[in-house]
């Protein structure tokens, strides 16, 4: 197994790679390559490509949950890949993707943090969805 952080959010400052708050990880299994999130935008493609890791190999998508920061690059990675990964999500997934953060509670002043796409979207992109709906489970080819 290998594992590589593509996107997050503390790097060397000599390093050539981006940083973003969020997160992506690509692992490479011999059952399958697993991208975990996507951090909070395309940014993590630019790095794979720097790491030579090709985004095609990619067999399974895993979202963890539905913040931007985790699943930003996720429409870039669609647009980019040529490949039909199967997607992983929480059965609350797109149920519970409207999220807001109070930034100063005196001016009730709302972030929207949480996703910006829907289930559709992904459908129309011809990908298929695996709704989780334990606390553990197993990806399969």
Same mark, same amino acid.
């Given at each position: 197994?290998?594992i590589?952080?593509? =996107?997050e959010n503390t790097?060397e +400052?000599?390093?050539?790679?981006?940083? @973003? $708050?969020?997160l992506s990880i %690509? =692992?490479?299994?011999e059952?399958g390559n697993?991208? %975990? +999130?996507? #951090?909070?935008?395309?940014n993590f493609?630019?790095?794979? @490509?720097k790491?030579? =890791?090709?985004?095609?190999?990619v067999?399974?998508?895993?979202?963890? $949950?539905? $913040? /931007?920061? $985790?699943?930003? #690059?996720?429409?870039?990675l669609? @647009?980019?890949i040529?490949?039909? *990964?199967?997607?992983y999500?929480?059965?609350y997934?797109?149920?519970?993707?409207?999220?807001y /953060?109070l930034? +100063?509670?005196s001016k009730?002043?709302l972030?929207?943090?949480?996703i +910006?796409?829907n @289930?559709?979207? =992904?459908?129309?992109k011809?990908? *298929?969805i695996?709704?989780?709906?334990?606390y553990s489970y197993?990806l399969? *080819?």
């Amino acid at each position: 197994m290998k594992i590589v952080t593509l =996107i997050e959010n503390t790097l060397e +400052d000599n390093s050539t790679l981006i940083k @973003e $708050h969020g997160l992506s990880i %690509f =692992i490479e299994t011999e059952e399958g390559n697993i991208l %975990f +999130d996507t #951090g909070q935008s395309g940014n993590f493609i630019l790095n794979a @490509e720097k790491l030579n =890791i090709n985004l095609n190999k990619v067999d399974f998508i895993v979202l963890s $949950h539905g $913040h /931007y920061d $985790h699943t930003g #690059g996720m429409k870039p990675l669609l @647009e980019y890949i040529q490949t039909k *990964p199967k997607l992983y999500v929480s059965q609350y997934f797109f149920l519970n993707s409207q999220k807001y /953060y109070l930034l +100063d509670a005196s001016k009730s002043n709302l972030k929207y943090i949480g996703i +910006d796409f829907n @289930e559709s979207y =992904i459908l129309d992109k011809n990908i *298929p969805i695996n709704y989780i709906n334990s606390y553990s489970y197993a990806l399969t *080819p």
